[in-house]
């Protein structure tokens, strides 16, 4: 069975730091691209992160572009997303997914998790 499960949300102050946790299981991940999305109460969806699986190769969005880190550990098949000087309007449940390099469709998704940012 696979699994997305993420960790790390919590409740931090503007300029504040947290770091977001992806543990990936039940398959192998090596053609795979990461994603983070996040989605705040009455706004769509909206992409901010991605690592290809294999090279490392990374995307972002413009929102969280020096802000933010994605990375991977292909020994604890984990993919991270540092977050650094959060703003208020980072304030959403930020979900993980993966796809097959190169295609659309997402295949997997995880929970989510909350994170707060405070004025």
């Known amino acids: 069975q696979v699994q997305l499960v993420e960790s790390g949300g919590g409740l931090v102050q503007t300029g504040g730091s947290l770091r977001l946790s992806c543990a990936a299981s039940?398959?192998?991940?090596?053609?795979?691209?990461m994603d983070w999305f996040r989605q705040a109460p009455g706004k769509e969806r909206e992409f901010v992160a991605a690592?290809?699986?294999?090279?490392?190769?990374?995307f972002y969005s413009d929102s969280v572009k020096g802000r933010f880190t994605i990375s991977r550990d292909n020994t604890k098949n984990t993919v991270y997303l540092q977050m650094n000087s959060l703003k208020p309007e980072d304030t959403a449940v930020y979900s993980c997914?993966?796809?097959?390099?190169?295609?659309?469709?997402?295949?997997?998704w995880g929970q989510g998790t909350q994170v707060t940012v405070s004025s």
């Open positions: 997914a993966a796809r097959i390099v190169s295609t659309t469709q997402y295949y997997y």
């Open positions: 039940g398959r192998t991940f090596r053609n795979y691209r």
């Open positions: 690592v290809n699986w294999s090279d490392g190769t990374t």
